[in-house]
């Protein structure tokens, strides 16, 4: 099947950055779009960003111009690249993989914490 793991969380103090990768890896074929979400104690896990297949992406309000979500293709792993970290991003992140060959299911990875101190 088909696993993703993530790496690069930890803590952080207030307007410093963090770069978390995402690597996919199995009977993968190419991914779709690939995205970030997060959730915080006691809120829903909500995206953060996508990025297609082509490259175009999308960013949550509350990221833009902070955060910004690359791939790369040849090693099936997505980028975030968070910089003005903000207490208020702290929260687990996770990825998330659209892959066709099996007919578009979302896949996730076990998620990597994110603290931002003030």
């Known amino acids: 099947q088909v696993q993703l793991v993530e790496s690069g969380g930890g803590l952080v103090q207030a307007g410093g950055s963090l770069r978390l990768s995402c690597a996919a890896s199995?009977?993968?074929?190419?991914?779709?779009?690939m995205n970030w979400y997060r959730q915080a104690p006691g809120k829903q896990r909500e995206v953060v960003a996508g990025i297609t297949s082509g490259g175009n992406t999308e960013y949550a309000d509350s990221v833009q111009g902070r955060f910004t979500i690359s791939r790369d293709n040849a090693k099936n792993t997505v980028y975030l690249q968070m910089n003005s970290l903000k207490p208020e991003d702290t929260a687990v992140y996770y990825c998330?993989?659209?892959?066709?060959?099996?007919?578009?299911?979302?896949?996730w990875g076990q998620g990597t914490q994110v603290t931002v101190s003030s």
């Open positions: 199995g009977t993968i074929f190419e991914i779709n779009a």
């Open positions: 998330n993989a659209k892959i066709p060959y099996y007919g578009f299911r979302d896949f």
